[in-house]
Nanobody
Framework: QVQLVESGGGLVQAGDSLRLSCAAS????????MGWFRQAPVKEREFVAA????????YYADSVKGRFTISRDNAKNTVYLQMNSLKPEDTATYYC???????????????WGQGTQVIVSS
């Protein structure tokens, strides 16, 4: 069973950048598609970005396209989410996810991390 641990969240100002990391453990971790979801207070969990196991394809929500970049280093079993030009509406708990295939729905992923909080002040 793959386990995911996120890190890198924090409090930043609008316009700043932040990089989230997700360390995956487990023998088959590198064979999974990986992604990020986020959930703001009193809002539903929403898709942010995803990447195939080989990193040959990436997917983004329209709200973050052009500002966020997902990448992975399979040698380190780690996935990253580089977030630039952050906005107050990006404030949320960010969850790392793993699944057999990349998708945009929560049910596409069977493994979830505990989340890391990102707060963007205006």
């Amino acid at each position: 069973q793959v386990q995911l641990v996120e890190s890198g969240g924090g409090l930043v100002q609008a316009g700043d950048s932040l990089r989230l990391s997700c360390a995956a453990s487990g023998r088959t971790a590198n064979s999974y598609a990986m992604g990020w979801f986020r959930q703001a207070p009193v809002k539903e969990r929403e898709f942010v970005a995803a990447i195939t196991w080989s990193a040959d394809s990436t997917y983004y929500a329209d709200s973050v396209k052009g500002r966020f970049t997902i990448s992975r280093d399979n040698a380190k079993n780690t996935v990253y989410l580089q977030m630039n030009s952050l906005k107050p509406e990006d404030t949320a708990t960010y969850y790392c996810v793993a699944g057999k295939e990349p998708g945009t729905g929560p049910l596409d992923y069977g493994v979830w991390g505990q989340g890391t909080q990102v707060i963007v002040s205006s």
